[in-house]
């Protein structure tokens, strides 16, 4: 299985900051890489696509990047919503997998 | 806008086959090359993919759960359908279906059902 390492597992922020995660691969994805957010009681939902395509009606403050091993997702200038947890999830080779998440509190 | 709805009961004893169905609307079910997975997560921890079927009827499974695990789909009815059976208490967690197309694991989400395995 593909082994997907998200750091930090958690952080504090704060309104306006910018934020930043990281997801490393246990072996090369390629660009095969997605971003999720969740908040607490509901389902995730999918925010950036094969590593750096912003998925429709998120907003561009959201953004990703990265290719092989090592993948960023950014958030510039954080609003109050977007505390939440972050996952990141491999779909190059089954099972697919996802990282333990970074759970961004205030 | 394409909805999808998972339903099943939210108690099954151990040793018992836990029985789900996701009913999707609003959406091309059996065309458009989309696929759907069902995805779970145990209260506060992370999220773990266990399979998924293509319109064509193909599933992929998660070795981790093959052995226990059946996902099919009613094409008559919108709906896809997972059985997992032999459960035991590890296997208590809110099971989400999703819509997936290529490398798009989950563009769309169910709201997600608990199912709590328990005497």
């Known amino acids: 299985d593909i082994q997907m390492t998200q750091s930090p597992s958690s952080l504090s922020a704060s309104v306006g900051d910018r934020l930043t995660i990281t997801c490393r691969a246990s072996?090369?994805?390629?660009?095969?890489l997605n971003w999720y957010q969740q908040k607490v009681g509901k389902a995730p939902n999918l925010l950036i696509y094969?590593?750096?395509s912003l998925q429709t009606g998120v907003p561009s403050r959201f953004s990703g990047s990265g290719s092989g091993t090592d993948f960023t997702l950014t958030v510039n200038s954080l609003q109050p919503e977007d505390f939440a947890t972050y996952f990141c999830?491999?779909?190059?080779?089954?099972?697919?997998?996802f990282g333990g998440g970074t759970k961004v509190e205030i | 806008q394409v909805q999808l709805q998972e339903s099943g009961p939210g108690l099954v004893k151990p040793s018992q086959t836990l029985s789900l169905s996701c009913t999707v609307s609003?959406?091309?079910?059996?065309?458009?090359?989309?696929?759907w997975s069902w995805i779970r997560q145990p209260a506060g921890k992370g999220l773990e993919w266990i399979g998924r079927?293509?319109?064509?009827?193909?599933?992929h499974y998660n070795p981790s759960l093959k052995s226990r695990v059946t996902i099919s789909m009613d094409t008559s009815n919108n709906q896809v359908s997972l059985k997992l059976s032999f459960v035991t208490a590890a296997d208590t967690a809110v099971y989400y279906c999703?819509?997936?197309?290529?490398?798009?694991?989950?563009?769309?989400w169910g709201q997600g059902t608990l199912v709590t395995v328990s005497s």
């Open positions: 999703a819509r997936g197309h290529g490398t798009t694991t989950a563009d769309y």
């Open positions: 609003g959406d091309s079910f059996s065309g458009g090359g989309y696929y």
């Open positions: 079927i293509y319109a064509s009827g193909t599933t």
């Open positions: 072996q090369n994805i390629y660009s095969y």
């Open positions: 094969s590593a750096s």
């Open positions: 999830q491999q779909s190059y080779g089954t099972p697919l997998t």
